[in-house]
């Protein structure tokens, strides 16, 4: 395949600045997307470790010395991927631990992992203008999710690490929706780890690599509890 003029000069720009080490985060990132296509997005933190406690991966940012490279997989083709939560395969994060480990400084202590991904939940009940509540009901399910995440299925939208998520906007968000009359008990939840929180105003990630995204995967129908029926009851 012959590389175009853009892709040339992309290409020896970025080796003028990085000069093939790897020394800023910026390098670390660049290198990784040169030389791996099938990652999407690189995300470097610096003085972060992350050590196993049981089955949870822990996450110390607090660690001078280490360096955690989070690659995100690119979605596009490729079915087995679930998009509310891109995984890259193991071999691939090894592939990447040695190819960097050849380009960096031997004192660093590298760690190339998966993000962390925390899944926002919704539990509410709502009338809808129309008397075909089962059909909206999965309508507004999907919407909800793709507003959460919509990288996952807009072309160029951006995948976001860290930041927070406000119950009151995603209140607006339902109820501007034109079918929907109006909503009653909304909660919002943070599962973190498969640990479910309590009802919180905002949900905010517990760490550099985590990425906040809808409840629920590809292949669940209960993403978000949505009650269409008793929605006049007390709450």
């Not at 997005?41 to 490279?69: F, M, Q, R, W």
């Not at 939940?121 to 008397?131: A, G, S, T």
């Not at 973190?192 to 629920?216: C, H, M, P, Q």
Request: proline share 4%; with cysteine; net charge negative.
């Amino acid at each position: 395949v012959v590389e175009s003029d853009g892709a040339f000069h992309i290409r020896v720009s970025e080796r003028l600045r990085h000069k093939n080490r790897g020394i800023t985060m910026w390098d670390y990132e660049h290198l990784v997307l040169q030389n791996f296509p099938e990652i999407y997005k690189v995300k470097c933190i610096n003085h972060t470790s992350i050590k196993l406690v049981g089955d949870i991966e822990s996450d110390n940012e607090l660690a001078p010395g280490h360096v955690v490279v989070v690659p995100v997989p690119d979605l596009r083709n490729k079915n087995a991927i679930d998009p509310l939560k891109p995984m890259t395969s193991i071999g691939t994060l090894v592939n990447i631990n040695e190819f960097l480990k050849k380009h960096i400084s031997p004192f660093v202590q590298l760690q190339v992992k998966n993000a962390r991904f925390e899944e926002i939940q919704l539990d509410f009940r709502v009338k809808f203008n129309n008397e075909d509540g089962a059909f909206y009901h999965d309508v507004l399910r999907d919407e909800i999710v793709q507003f959460l995440s919509p990288w996952a299925f807009v072309s160029g939208a951006d995948l976001s690490f860290g930041g927070s998520v406000y119950k009151s906007v995603l209140l607006n968000f339902v109820e501007e929706r034109p079918y929907v009359d109006f909503v009653t008990c909304f909660k919002m939840f943070h599962w973190v780890d498969g640990v479910k929180s309590t009802d919180v105003d905002e949900a905010v990630a517990t760490s550099a690599r985590s990425v906040l995204v809808s409840y629920g995967g590809s292949a669940t129908s209960d993403k978000h509890i949505i009650d269409y029926v008793n929605y006049d009851c007390n709450c």
